[in-house]
């Protein structure tokens, strides 16, 4: 395995975070207070470019807030583009205003952001496993007006979206700890870690926008310790962390229905360093 290391954005100390590796480039960006900026990397040729300021409405009673939602590959358009959602919130009061935000696109071919006319639902959390990549489409997950998990599935090429009730799952609520959105054998994967008997189930979605499509393929455990699940590997195998003594790392084959138990490392705070290790080297097929 070839450990890769990121390119620094900016100097000043802040949060690194990887979007999506799509086509062998790596879309990441980093925060530092409200300082944010996006980069593409190709880690063969070593190119790396940094993606324009966003469009950001000029206001001094408030300030803006970037969630970057997805990277991909626009197929019809021969495109790479991020999406992305603005908020403003009031910098006396810590209020958010609703009329100020909006979404953003960014084309990688025009190298320039513009603003769409629409109106979704922000993904619900700022960790890793709550956006994915598949052929053409960004996916996301987070939490609708009536508190419901949900699936924003956005279209590229299209520049519209479809959402999915996530409806199988609601009433797990208090039992499950972490959820992590893959993809699995070309389709949209929903691994969910549980408190009870600290097992996961692996899920897939069948058709986007039919909730009734949702399809549970396994249930692996009791594990001692469970943590979350972290990735998809290229040879179908989920990577998830073990939170014992040992700090292990373990695989589980969909194919074979395997469990390995292969490594033990040290890890850093919430388990990030680790994450985007096995990240960079999975995606781009490096081993």
Known sequence: MVTLVLPNLFEEIGFDRIIDCVNGIICHYKKAGLNVKIGLWDPKTDEHKIIPPSII?????????????GFGYDNVNDDYKVIQHICYCHNEFYQYEPSLANWQIYSLKSNCWKKLNLEMTEKGGFGEG??????????????????????????????T?????????????????????????????????????SHIEISILGEVGVKESWVKLFTVGPFPYIWHPMVMGNKCDIIFFMGNENHELASFDVISGKVIHNISIKIDLFGTWIYKKNL???ATGIN
Do not use: M
């Open 57 to 69: 409405t000029n206001d001094p009673d408030f300030d803006a807030e970037v969630e970057i939602h």
């Open 130 to 159: 709550y956006v994915t990549y598949l052929n053409g489409v960004c996916h996301w997950r987070g939490g609708d007006k009536n508190g419901k998990e949900v699936l924003v599935s956005f279209n590229l090429s299209t520049e």
């Open 161 to 197: 979206f479809r959402t999915t009730l996530i409806g199988w799952q609601q009433s797990d609520d208090i039992d499950c700890l972490t959820r992590t959105l893959v993809v699995l054998n070309d389709s949209v994967a929903l691994i969910s870690s549980f408190d009870e008997n």
């Open 280 to 282: 960079l080297s999975f």
